[in-house]
């Protein structure tokens, strides 16, 4: 079972992949090194991958190689998290949560996708039933409706001039 170490702090400069093979190539062809690089400039975006065969081998080289400089720089060596759903799916719930500063509304969740079919969904039911009241199809941030509440409250008690 093949396992990939983290390469980070490296320097963000145009790196070749070659370059950061030959730090680790005393290791053997076994290693494998993915550099990551900005798509638009070429540059490195300091960090890479290092696909090592065992844990016991992953183990040795973040020993040996973790701090060894490469360019001005120490890298940072350690074993990379493994990709999974669970935490892709939390990085999206992450994004679309509603910050204390910009309420939005709880209708809000999911991806852009959705909020777009959702918004153009409720874009003509609006248009088709103009009759009906404009509060009857907004509802407030949950954190602020009692507020608000009151706010309309005391709108509604205040005579008219």
Known sequence: MSIRLYIGNLPKEEIEK?????????????????LIKDRKTGKCRGFG????????????????????????????????????KSSEEGEEQQTSKPSASTPSSP???????SKKKSRRGSNSKDSSSSGDSSSDGVRPD???AAELEKLKQKLAAQPTN
Do not use: C
Not at 107 to 113: E, L
């Open 142 to 144: 949950p954190r602020w």
């Open 49 to 84: 991958f290092l696909t090592v065969n065992n844990d016991e081998q992953a183990d040795q080289i973040i020993e040996k190689y973790n701090g060894h400089m490469f360019k001005d720089s120490p890298i940072k060596l350690e074993k990379a998290l493994p990709r999974t």
């Open 18 to 34: 070659s370059e950061l093979q030959a730090v680790f190539a005393e290791e053997g062809n076994s290693i494998t090194t993915k």
């Open 107 to 113: 209708i809000s969740t999911g991806s852009s996708k």
